[in-house]
């Protein structure tokens, strides 16, 4: 596990996305797994304005979504595939076929089988970024979750859904939802978790220094091989210094 504290949320977007870029030029399958959220849409900037100005190139590259609300895809606004549409894949005019993404409209079990089937055609993940629940969640892996899922339907937490209402204008039932597991993360060849902002402290602290434990789902990645955990310095306040 490699912890990686920026002075801002900027530096820390920046530096994930030169350490990302630099991951996918040494990678042969050039699959990426994209989370939605607030934290990684700084990382998503970041690439799309060094793609425009020439600085990268990453017309190779293949994208598959970390998870979606049941019962939404692309079309509703607040969903995960809106998000990232709107910050990425629409600036970018990323190719269809080169995006694997959740439908919470259509069978939900379908649509596991067929994300499962395009991460094994190209060879599985590269690279998974992720962002970080209150709770300890990454994707929908609520607590309790076990390292040994795969794509799967989730039941969403409480706590989970009540912060999730900000992406919308209206209420939603945001109750259920589809996700890589646990064991398609811990499968990828490496992991980005970026966290960011005072009010996620205390969860990065026990994340990084309790004994890992199903009811912190993120926990569970203390195992990966080639984990980097990027912090601005408010995410890190709480952190055991020497330890680091």
Request: one cysteine or more; a negative charge; hydrophobic letters at 40%.
């Amino acid at each position: 596990m490699n912890i990686v504290i920026n002075e801002s949320y900027k530096a820390m977007s920046e530096k994930a996305a030169t350490d990302l870029i630099n991951l996918m030029e040494h990678s042969a399958s050039k699959l990426v797994c994209l989370a939605s959220g607030d934290t990684p849409s700084g990382l998503f900037t970041e690439l799309v304005t060094r793609q425009k100005n020439g600085s990268i190139n990453i017309n190779q590259w293949k994208f598959v979504g970390l998870d979606e609300w049941g019962g939404m895809n692309g079309a509703d606004e607040g969903s995960c595939r809106y998000h990232i549409n709107k910050q990425f894949f629409t600036p970018l005019q990323i190719p269809e076929n080169n995006i694997c993404f959740f439908d919470g409209r259509a069978n939900l079990l379908d649509e596991c089988r067929r994300t499962e089937e395009f991460i094994k055609k190209h060879n599985g993940i590269d690279v998974v970024i992720l962002g970080l629940g209150l709770n300890g969640h990454v994707g929908m892996n609520e607590p309790g979750a076990s390292i040994m899922e795969h794509s799967h339907v989730a039941a969403i937490d409480e706590e989970t859904q009540r912060v999730g209402q900000k992406y919308f204008t209206s209420p939603h039932d945001i109750s259920q939802g589809i996700t890589l597991g646990l064991g398609n993360i811990l499968e990828a060849r490496h992991v980005i978790l970026l966290v960011s902002g005072a009010h996620k402290a205390n969860i990065v602290k026990c994340i990084i220094e309790e004994e890992p434990n199903d009811k912190i789902p993120a926990s569970l990645l203390q195992s990966h091989p080639s984990l980097t955990i990027y912090l601005d310095k408010e995410a890190a306040q709480l952190l055991n210094k020497p330890a680091i």
